[in-house]
Nanobody, 119 residues
Framework: QVQLVESGGGLVQAGGSLRLSCAAS????????MGWYRQAPGKQRELVTR???????NSADSVKGRFTISRDNAKNTLYLQMNSLKPEDTAVYYC?????????????WGQGTQVTVSS
C-alpha cells in the first residue's frame, strides 16, 4: 500500500501563487509515476501534471508555463508550484501514484486539497 497526504491548498486571489505538497509513505518502492489531478464541481477529474520515475513530465495545456511539478526523493514528497492562478484553477487537487502490483497497474490517491482562486 501507498499512502499519500496532500497539503498546501487554500484561498488565493487571481494572479497569486500556491505550493501543494504530497507526502508519500508505505510501500513506495518502484512507483512508476506520480502526479497531480484536479476535479472542479460538476466536472470529471483531469490530469494537471505528472512526472515519471525517470523524470519525464507531461502537463495539461491549460497549466503549461504556470504550474511546475517537482519531487524531493529524500523526503518522499511531491510538489506542485502553481503561479499566475486563475479562477478556473479552482478545484480539489489530488495527488496520485502509479505502481505495478503483482503485474497489475494500481492507482493510489490522496484525500485531496481544496484550491480556491477568487477573481
Amino acid at each position: 500500500q501507498v499512502q499519500l497526504v496532500e497539503s498546501g491548498g487554500g484561498l488565493v486571489q487571481a494572479g497569486g501563487s500556491l505550493r501543494l505538497s504530497c507526502a508519500a509513505s508505505g510501500n513506495i518502492f518502484r512507483i512508476n509515476a506520480m502526479g497531480w489531478y484536479r476535479q472542479a464541481p460538476g466536472k470529471q477529474r483531469e490530469l494537471v501534471t505528472r512526472i515519471t520515475s525517470d523524470g519525464s513530465t507531461n502537463s495539461a495545456d491549460s497549466v503549461k508555463g504556470r504550474f511546475t511539478i517537482s519531487r524531493d526523493n529524500a523526503k518522499n514528497t511531491l510538489y506542485l508550484q502553481m503561479n499566475s492562478l486563475k479562477p478556473e484553477d479552482t478545484a480539489v487537487y489530488y495527488c496520485n501514484a502509479e505502481k505495478k502490483v503483482t503485474g497489475i497497474w494500481v492507482d493510489y490517491w490522496g484525500q485531496g486539497t481544496q484550491v480556491t482562486v477568487s477573481s
